[in-house]
Structure formats: C-alpha cells, structure tokens
C-alpha cells in the first residue's frame, strides 16, 4: 500500500477493499476524494512499472525487527507527490546532493536518481529495507544520478555529509529522533555554511522542531508538505 499525506484523514481505497466499498467510500469522501484515490492507484502502476522497481506495501515497524519508538510504519509517498515536490529544488540538478531520511524502498531515491543529480543518499533503519532499496536501485531504469547509495542507520546517528544541500523527509519517524535530526542538519550548516533545502511532507512535526530556529524559514506550504530553505 502507498501513502498519502494524512492531512485529509482519509484512509487509502487499496485498505478498504476494491469494489465492493467504492460506494462507501464516496459518500465519506464525495467523489473528489474518489477520483484522487483512483488518481493515486494508477499513478503508483505507472510509476513502478516505468522505473522497473517495486516499493509498494505497507509494514509496521515491529514487523522489521525495528526497536526505535519513535519509527513510523512503511508507506512509500505517492509518485504523483513526488513528481510534484522534485522540481520544486531551486538548485541546478548537477549540483544537487540528495539526502532522503527513512528512505525505505527507495521510491523518493528511485524518483531522485531518474534526474542528473549529483549524488543521492538514502539512510534507513531497516536492513530488510536497505537491501530492497539498493536493489531497486541497481535495477532501476532511467537512471541519471552521477551516484546513488542507501545506508543502513539511524537517522539521529547518521553523519550529515559536508556536501548534502537538499533534504527529504517524509513521515518515516517522529519524536527525539526529528529533533536530533534537525540537530545535526542545523550543525552541518554551522560547520559548513551553505545554501539548503528541506522538501518536509506530512511537516507538522518538523514544524514543532524548528520552531524558533533561526537558521531555516518556511518558504512554502501547502495541505501536504511544505519547503524549507536555510538562512
């Protein structure tokens, strides 16, 4: 199962069942909300089946072996969010060093890698996770990445690398270790100055981190993300 942003609260039509709910789904959503999912559905078939890649599916962090309380269960982002939050990088794609946080599968990095950037980074808890994600990668199609890699550690204790200028967050984990990731993002630019850009989805937690910062201002928001650039 893909995700959505939870910021409608509805639940994905993939969770309710197919088609015998349809009917109930509409009178909760209205018709809107139907076509999105449905939008959604086919947008995640086209997206795999042009990468090559698989990274659908929905596990909770127990499942994983994962001991961290503050990770959330897998759910990889909709490729149409994805498709619409990558241009929004104000930097030229040769110059882009892509960090995505609870990379999963690899679908944000599998989306990253199919434009020129310079290199693009995932770290993930889960070494099942790793392993699907390198692979995804490895086979991918309409790669153009100079340079993909995936490593296998916490978020709180991954070293920002020096030349990292854009960074993805999803809603792979909440609580301390947000913070301490926010923490060492802001200590990165601290030790080396540059110009960043956060792409936060699902960002009412980030928001509570940066609250008061300095260093980073909002740029940007909609119902499902917002964008962040440093100062």
Same mark, same amino acid.
């Given at each position: 199962?893909?995700?959505?942003?939870?910021?409608?609260?509805?639940?994905?039509?993939?969770?309710?069942?197919?088609?015998?709910?349809? $009917?109930?789904?509409? *009178?909760?959503?209205?018709?809107?909300?139907?076509?999105?999912?449905?939008? +959604?559905?086919?947008?995640?078939? +086209?997206?795999?089946?042009? $990468?090559?890649?698989?990274?659908?599916?929905?596990?909770?962090? &127990?499942?994983?072996?994962?001991?961290?309380?503050?990770?959330?269960?897998?759910?990889?982002?909709?490729?149409? +969010?994805?498709?619409?939050?990558?241009?929004?990088?104000?930097?030229?794609?040769?110059?882009?060093?892509?960090?995505?946080?609870?990379?999963?599968?690899?679908?944000?990095?599998?989306?990253?890698?199919?434009?020129?950037?310079?290199?693009?980074?995932?770290? &993930?808890?889960?070494?099942?996770?790793?392993?699907?994600?390198?692979?995804?990668?490895?086979?991918?199609? +309409?790669?153009?990445? !100079? *340079?993909?890699?995936?490593?296998?550690?916490?978020?709180? !204790?991954?070293?920002?690398?020096?030349?990292?200028?854009? $960074?993805?967050?999803?809603?792979?984990?909440?609580?301390?270790?947000?913070? &301490?990731?926010?923490? *060492?993002?802001?200590?990165?630019?601290?030790?080396?100055?540059?110009?960043?850009?956060?792409?936060?989805?699902?960002?009412?937690?980030?928001?509570?981190c940066v609250r008061g910062e300095t260093w980073l201002r909002k740029v940007e928001e909609?119902?499902?993300?917002?964008?962040?650039?440093?100062?």
């Open positions: 199962m893909d995700a959505e942003p939870t910021v409608k609260g509805n639940p994905s039509l993939l969770a309710i069942g197919w088609p015998r709910k349809a $009917f109930d789904y509409i *009178r909760s959503y209205g018709l809107g909300g139907f076509a999105e999912q449905i939008h +959604h559905r086919i947008a995640t078939w +086209h997206g795999e089946r042009k $990468f090559g890649v698989s990274t659908s599916g929905f596990i909770e962090p &127990e499942e994983l072996g994962i001991q961290n309380p503050d990770a959330q269960a897998y759910a990889a982002l909709g490729y149409e +969010h994805l498709r619409r939050a990558l241009p929004e990088i104000p930097f030229p794609d040769s110059q882009v060093v892509f960090l995505d946080y609870g990379a999963g599968k690899g679908r944000a990095l599998v989306c990253a890698a199919a434009r020129p950037f310079r290199k693009v980074i995932g770290v &993930e808890i889960s070494a099942e996770l790793v392993a699907i994600a390198r692979q995804n990668l490895a086979q991918m199609k +309409h790669r153009r990445a !100079a *340079r993909a890699e995936v490593h296998y550690s916490d978020a709180a !204790a991954f070293p920002v690398p020096d030349d990292v200028n854009v $960074f993805f967050l999803f809603n792979s984990f909440i609580g301390w270790t947000l913070v &301490e990731v926010v923490e *060492r993002m802001r200590q990165s630019h601290v030790l080396h100055p540059r110009d960043l850009f956060v792409i936060a989805f699902n960002q009412a937690e980030f928001d509570q909609n119902a499902y993300r917002a964008l962040y650039r440093s100062v």
